[in-house]
């Protein structure tokens, strides 16, 4: 398997006051960050193109610099440039990981799109994950007013609920209900004041680093959405009558599609293609496992709303079951628009839901 050389970009995001400067102050601490440069992004700041250097340690790089939106993705890109350049050219030291924190008030989506979509970038920097700050005391406020702080949850592989050591535990429990309503597949940790979740940022590549084997089950959490589906279908949301008071945007869904005849992958790929030229808006996050007619080995795919990380390929299924699987969180997007692609261009209909 070859080794994916380039550097991961961790993007750390979440609602104003949710903890992300208090989470990074105890990154930069960490040993896991030996090597890493931090791009700190928040409104009234100078812009990305007048970065101010602070050399807070040997091996990081602190960057501060102004608010990434759709408006400033050209500085974005241009500061990802220099840093890479500088590496180097040898004016910093090792340069192992790149963490981006947003504003408060940031959509992740056109980071995300930078990423990938800007071919300098993309060839020398992979997402790594997204991580999303919750504050528990504020969680139904900030869900139920604020769309930016439901997509940063919603996009998210790890969500930290923050503030936990001022909450009982019945509040606890109802912010981690909340955040599972919108994602489903993302893994919960909670943090403590000064100290860093254990692993958080082990294991969060779907590249797997020197042959260590990610831990992909894990990724896809299918038996969280599975249950989520259930307490939904339960208590009426999405598409049956809601109660009075609802607990999420009803408008975001997830949908797990099984499919046990691997797929031609030029058919695959027009109907993903097709998809999300069609209805990408609608789409927050799609991951998933392929499997291809001809390889032994399933392929890694992710998306997020128009644009489609490079896939890969894993040393090995993660289990037993060898049935391509994809997770599609959507906004106001059926299952059956997501069905009729695969049958239209794949001649493949998904296993009975579970």
């Not at 992909?216 to 969280?224: G, I, P, Y």
């Not at 975001?252 to 097709?274: C, K, M, Q």
């Not at 299924?317 to 009729?340: A, G, H, N, T, Y």
Request: some cysteine.
């Amino acid at each position: 398997m070859v080794t994916d050389k380039r550097i991961p970009v961790v993007l750390l995001t979440g609602f104003l006051g949710s903890g992300k400067t208090s989470l990074l102050n105890t990154l930069l601490r960490a040993p896991e960050m030996a090597g890493a440069a931090v791009l700190i992004n928040e409104v009234g700041a100078v812009g990305l193109d007048h970065l101010l250097v602070e050399q807070v340690s040997e091996d990081i790089t602190l960057l501060e610099s102004g608010c990434l939106c759709c408006t400033v993705r050209g500085d974005l890109s241009r500061s990802l440039r220099d840093l890479f350049m500088r590496r180097l050219r040898r004016e910093i030291g090792a340069l192992d990981r790149v963490v981006i924190e947003t504003t408060g008030l940031a959509d992740p989506a056109p980071v995300i799109h930078t990423l990938l979509k800007d071919f300098f970038l993309a060839e020398r920097f992979r997402l790594e994950g997204v991580i999303t700050t919750v504050d528990v005391r504020h969680v139904h406020w900030q869900l139920g007013q604020h769309p930016e702080a439901v997509k940063q949850v919603a996009m998210a592989d790890r969500v930290v609920l923050t503030k936990c050591d001022l909450a009982d535990s019945l509040g606890i429990a109802e912010a981690e209900e909340r955040v599972r309503e919108l994602n489903p597949a993302a893994e919960l940790w909670h943090s403590e004041p000064g100290k860093l979740p254990p692993g958080l940022l082990e294991g969060m590549s779907l590249y797997a680093p020197e042959g260590k084997m990610p831990d992909v089950a894990h990724w896809l959490n299918e038996s969280a959405i599975r249950e989520q589906q259930r307490l939904n279908a339960r208590h009426g949301v999405f598409g049956q009558t809601a109660p009075a008071a609802a607990l999420h945007d009803e408008a975001i869904s997830t949908h797990v599609l099984h499919f046990s005849e691997p797929f031609a992958w030029g058919d695959f790929a027009r109907a993903l293609d097709t998809l999300q030229s069609v209805v990408g808006e609608h789409i927050l996050r799609i991951k998933g496992l392929v499997a291809v007619e001809g390889e032994d080995l399933p392929r890694v795919i992710h998306a997020v709303q128009h644009e489609r990380y490079p896939d890969s390929q894993l040393p090995a299924w993660p289990d037993e079951d060898r049935r391509s699987r994809l997770v599609f969180i959507v906004r106001e997007l059926p299952r059956s628009v997501l069905e009729k692609a695969f049958s239209a261009f794949c001649s493949a209909q998904p296993d009975a839901s579970i």
